[in-house]
């Protein structure tokens, strides 16, 4: 049995991190049984972060190294079917959403007025006493320490939504009308691209990203069909 460390379910989201969600839409497409085991302290794991796989007494951090690891200890190749140029362009795109789109959410969520407000709720609502009144601003600290160090963050608020629509279009021009990245059948990428979009599109409360992706309707129709696919609600 695979355990997935991850952070408990937040902003109506099976998770609040795109890359938990993007390790656990991954298994979920690999159709590999899997155990979660939430978290919200991440300080012991490897790397310190999350999300982290335990398999056969083996702990991987790092959602892209979990799945390379899980891709041979598992004989599991999603991405078979893709040409060279399919999986190349793939590469590319996961790189664009992890290494510069990701910066854009972490901004409007933790570094914007409003939109901190929002998430110091949604993610230390729950605290009392010391923890209330001193956590949620020494998390907030090393964040804004990490995103100005990227630089994205130097940029102003209108030059980070102009960048990020930059990102937006270059997805749903990949997609085309294509149901999934991978073309017929979910990939490696389609695990990414969900893991992000569901941010911005289907996390509760909106981000001011949401109104730029949803100017790009092949990729609302994705989020949607991946959500309905390996997310679906609960039977009553």
């Known amino acids: ?90 590469h590319a795109l996961r790189r664009m959403l992890e290494e510069h789109t990701y910066w854009a959410l972490i901004y409007f969520r933790w570094l914007d007025e409003d939109g901190w407000k929002q998430t110091r709720e949604a993610f230390f609502g729950h605290l009392t006493g010391m923890a209330q009144r001193f956590l949620p601003g020494l998390v907030r600290k090393k964040i804004r320490r990490d995103a100005l160090g990227h630089g994205l963050s130097l940029h102003s608020k209108d030059e980070i939504l102009r960048r990020f629509g930059e990102d937006m279009r270059a997805l749903a021009d990949y997609l085309g009308e294509k149901p999934y990245f991978g073309g017929y059948q979910a990939t490696t990428i389609d695990a990414t691209a969900y893991g992000f979009l569901a941010q911005i599109l289907l996390a509760e409360p909106a981000t001011p990203l949401l109104a730029i992706a949803q100017e790009h309707p092949a990729l609302v129709a994705f989020t949607e069909r991946m959500h309905a696919r390996y997310f679906p609600a609960p039977s009553s």
Request: proline residues 7%; charged residues 20%; neutral net charge.
């Open 1 to 90: 049995m695979i355990k997935l460390y991850q952070y408990p379910a937040n902003l109506g989201l099976a998770n609040a991190s795109p890359f938990c969600l993007k390790l656990e839409t991954w298994l979920r497409i690999a159709g590999l049984d899997y155990e979660v085991v939430n978290t919200a302290d991440p300080r012991k794991t490897p790397m310190g972060k999350l999300p982290v796989i335990e398999h056969e007494g083996k702990q991987v951090a790092d959602s892209s190294c979990a799945i390379a690891y899980l891709q041979k200890a598992c004989a599991i190749q999603l991405d078979t079917s893709l040409n060279p140029g399919e999986r190349g362009a793939g």
